[in-house]
T-cell receptor, first 111, second 111 residues
């Protein structure tokens, strides 16, 4: 069964304390993996797309990486404004481009 | 450029009432989607439309109907609302099977 699992469910960090969020997936074929950021009361906002193992993408304090089984979202020296829920989604090949979302990681950065 | 807009922002219904959630996008995207987001469940796809004139069921279509009115608009209808349909509903659009742009959401409560 196709599945996307994110861990941890919630993470509290001090400002400047770097860490990583995990997204592990089990799918029949990966077309692409997406990371989104969601602020309270708003819709998800696109961050990155990764297509193949070994690929990396960066944006400000965020870096996303991809292996054959999982993706990491690395947050370097986070600031309070990085507090949000981070969602991972996987697009499955040959399944009408079906997209499955993980349940998200709630990240809280303390000043 | 408004992106994806949704109306209404909030709605309270009584069990058995019907209503239609409206969604419009101004990015000339072919694909549009309806999701629901519940605590602890993540985003789940209700219906999607790969192009004008086509619609397909997602993961949780029961109790809902959709209409792709034209390329810009995609509506979601609840014919007889149930408390289990209390949720936050997001509309999204994309150009093919790539990154999605989400609307701000509709918070629906069914009593």
């Amino acid at each position: 069964e196709d599945q996307v699992t994110q861990s941890p469910e919630a993470l509290r960090l001090q400002e400047g304390e770097s860490s990583s969020l995990n997204c592990s997936y089990t799918v029949s074929g990966l077309r692409g993996l997406f990371w989104y950021r969601q602020d309270p009361g708003k819709g998800p906002e696109f961050l990155f797309t990764l297509y193949s193992a070994g690929e990396e993408k960066e944006k400000e304090r965020l870096k996303a990486t991809l292996t054959k089984k999982e993706s990491f979202l690395h947050i370097t020296a986070p600031k309070p404004e990085d507090s949000a829920t981070y969602l991972c989604a996987v697009q499955i090949m040959n399944r009408d481009d079906k997209i499955i979302f993980g349940k998200g990681t709630r990240l809280h950065i303390l000043p | 450029n408004a992106g994806v807009t949704q109306t209404p922002k909030f709605q309270v219904l009584k069990t058995g009432q019907s209503m239609t959630l409206q969604c419009a996008q101004d990015m000339n995207h072919n694909s549009m989607y309806w999701y629901r987001q519940d605590p602890g469940m993540g985003l789940r796809l209700i219906y999607y439309s790969a192009s004008e004139g086509t619609t397909d069921k997602g993961e949780v279509p029961n109790g809902y109907n959709v209409s792709r009115l034209n390329k810009r608009e995609f509506s979601l209808r609840l014919e007889s609302a149930a408390p289990s349909q209390t949720s936050v509903y997001f509309c999204a659009s994309s150009e093919g099977p790539w990154k999605q742009y989400f609307g701000p959401g509709t918070r629906l409560t069914v009593t």
